[in-house]
């Protein structure tokens, strides 16, 4: 059975940090890609970051240079470290796991497992 758990949400100040981790059990992340998602009420799925055979790494452009994705092999978790928050990053953060390809790694229809998703609340 694949399980993916997320872990590290909560409430930061804009400008603060915060890191988000996702523990799979059931696959191992060197032969998927694991993406991060985010969704606020009333909107698609967004996505955010992603990166395939624990290596190539993936951006949306409105947390290139302020997110950092990585993979843990031996923990067989997948991190993300958002830094410089802003008000606009509020959402509720999923993690993913598929056999996505180039073409698909930013499209929610290409993961076939998530996690129960973790709150993150950047507010003043």
């Known amino acids: 059975q694949v399980q993916l758990e997320e872990s590290g949400g909560g409430l930061v100040q804009p400008g603060g940090s915060l890191s988000l981790t996702c523990v799979i059990s059931?696959?191992?992340?060197?032969?998927?890609?694991m993406a991060w998602f985010r969704q606020v009420p009333g909107k698609e799925r967004e996505f955010v970051a992603a990166?395939?055979?624990?290596?190539?790494?993936y951006y949306a452009d409105s947390v290139k240079g302020r997110f950092t994705i990585s993979g843990d092999n031996v923990k067989n978790a997948v991190n993300l470290q958002m830094n410089t928050l802003k008000v606009e990053d509020t959402a509720v953060y999923f993690c993913?796991?598929?056999?996505?390809?180039?073409?698909?790694?930013?499209?929610?229809?290409?993961?076939?497992?998530w996690g129960q998703g973790t709150q993150v609340t950047v507010s003043s």
């Open positions: 990166i395939r055979w624990a290596a190539t790494k």
């Open positions: 059931g696959i191992s992340l060197r032969n998927y890609a």
């Open positions: 993913a796991a598929g056999r996505a390809i180039v073409s698909t790694i930013r499209t929610p229809d290409a993961y076939n497992y």
